[in-house]
């Protein structure tokens, strides 16, 4: 029987502990930090060589859905009762709302070092220490809303004009397609402040901190927010019956995704597993 996904903000006090009871645990055990490792590895940009199936690539979604199922039944083996919530980023706008409480995430970063000071993932617990990072520090990081020049969160009609697009992604599949469902979710634009990041990498940039580049997975927040990610592309799928993943086939000798991409029917790294094996999860999950 599939499980169920619920908001964040519905969360009850016992799930909340639940949830993050159970985070704790694969942290100490070691195992969370091998997720962190898995993204920091699989973070290929397009100016770089090699196959792109993380980022900036038709395969963005069907990576992380598949990256955060394992991390939730890496969870589930602690608590089969747990299940990873979604943040609707468009409603809990502010640091005021329920997933920034001291009974789940936490809150924002102090100003002189962005350390997180709230909530049971604060470096004084010591049950959350970074050891996987790009950056320096062995403690969780956040800067909200980015002060020293500021941005805000995506709205839900800058998120229309993501699902409304009926094309799941565009040539040259990467992160300067300007049509396609795919990267206007993921969210990489042209210019400068709001403008350059849209949707999924605006929220990035808004928590700041350590949800900015491959160590991103280092705060808990990044599987709430992919959580509500993985959603979207649910909803685009309900909306546009019948679109598929693309590209069907694989970029031919010549072109500028030859080899850098994965197609419909092709494997994705780590795993083996295929885009098409990935775009129905109604046997595994459902979202409330």
């Known amino acids: 029987m599939a ?3 619920k908001n964040v903000s519905a969360l009850t006090g ?5 949830l993050v009871g159970a985070f704790l645990e694969i942290k100490r055990t070691g195992e969370y930090d091998e997720f962190v490792r898995m993204h920091i590895d699989h973070y290929v940009s397009d100016g770089e060589d090699g196959l792109r199936a993380a980022h900036m690539t038709p395969s963005f979604l069907p990576w992380h859905r598949r ?18 919530p979604y943040w609707d980023w468009t409603k809990d706008r502010t640091p005021a709302a329920s997933l920034w409480a001291e009974d789940l995430l936490g809150g924002n970063g102090r100003r002189s070092d962005h350390q997180v000071t709230t ?21 969780l990081t956040r800067d909200f809303g980015r002060p020293r020049d500021p941005l805000a969160l995506p709205t839900a009609g800058e998120l229309a004009d993501a699902l409304d697009d009926p094309v799941y992604d565009t040539k040259p599949w990467d992160s300067t397609s300007g049509r396609g469902f795919r990267n206007k979710l993921e969210g990489w634009g042209t210019g400068r402040g709001n403008d350059a990041w849209r949707n999924h990498n605006r929220v990035h940039r ?60 092709e494997e994705m790294p780590p795993w083996g597993v295929t ?10 999950y459902r979202y409330v």
């Not at 016992?14 to 639940?18: G, H, L, M, T």
């Not at 997975?217 to 990610?229: A, E, I, K, R, Y």
């Not at 086939?249 to 072109?255: C, D, I, N, R, T």
């Not at 885009?275 to 595994?284: G, K, M, N, V």
């Open 67 to 84: 990256f955060l199922l394992d991390l939730e039944r890496a969870l589930r083996r602690v608590d089969s009762g747990v299940s990873v």
């Open 206 to 265: 808004w928590v700041g901190g350590h949800m900015l580049g491959g160590g991103s997975v280092n705060d808990p927040v990044f599987w709430l927010h992919h959580s509500f990610v993985d959603l979207l592309w649910t909803r685009w799928q309900k909306r546009h019956q019948g679109a598929r993943y693309l590209p069907e086939s694989p970029p031919q000798l010549g072109e500028r995704a030859y080899g850098r991409i994965v197609a419909r029917h």
């Open 14 to 18: 016992s799930e909340k502990r639940r």
């Open 119 to 139: 909530g049971p993932f604060a470096r004084r617990h010591k049950k959350w220490v970074v050891k996987e990072s790009m950056t320096d520090g062995d403690y």
């Open 275 to 284: 885009p098409d094996q990935l775009e129905d999860h109604s046997r595994i």
């Open 3 to 5: 499980y169920t996904r």
